[in-house]
Nanobody
Framework: QVQLVESGGGLVQAGGSLRLSCAAS????????MGWFRQAPGKERELVAV????????VYSDSVKGRFTISRDNAKNTVYLQMNSLRPEDTAVYYC????????????????????WGKGTLVTVSS
């Protein structure tokens, strides 16, 4: 049974930083791309960042490019999202998810293409 457990969310002032973690189990983690998505109140869930199975490629949404960094440690079955220069509009529940395509290293990822999801961690950025 695949499980994804996010942690690291919380309340931070604008301009601050947070580091999210997602611990995975139940799958050979190192074979699959991992992604972070977020859903703000009243909005649809959106892709934030994705990292390929070996960390060789990363994809970011335009809204977080240059401020957020996704990384992974396959030995620890964990993916991270370092969030710097946070803005109030970054307030959302952040979810990690896995892509089912083994060893996929392309650039196309979507919410519908992910197969397992965590329950999310809330990030609140105050102005």
């Amino acid at each position: 049974q695949v499980q994804l457990v996010e942690s690291g969310g919380g309340l931070v002032q604008a301009g601050g930083s947070l580091r999210l973690s997602c611990a995975a189990s139940g799958r050979t983690f190192s074979r699959y791309a991992m992604g972070w998505f977020r859903q703000a109140p009243g909005k649809e869930r959106e892709l934030v960042a994705v990292i390929t199975w070996n960390g060789g490629k990363t994809v970011y949404s335009d809204s977080v490019k240059g401020r957020f960094t996704i990384s992974r440690d396959n030995a620890k079955n964990t993916v991270y999202l370092q969030m710097n220069s946070l803005r109030p509009e970054d307030t959302a529940v952040y979810y990690c998810a896995t892509d089912p395509r083994t060893y996929y290293s392309g650039s196309y990822y979507s919410e519908n293409g992910m197969d397992y999801w965590g329950k999310g961690t809330l990030v609140t950025v105050s102005s």
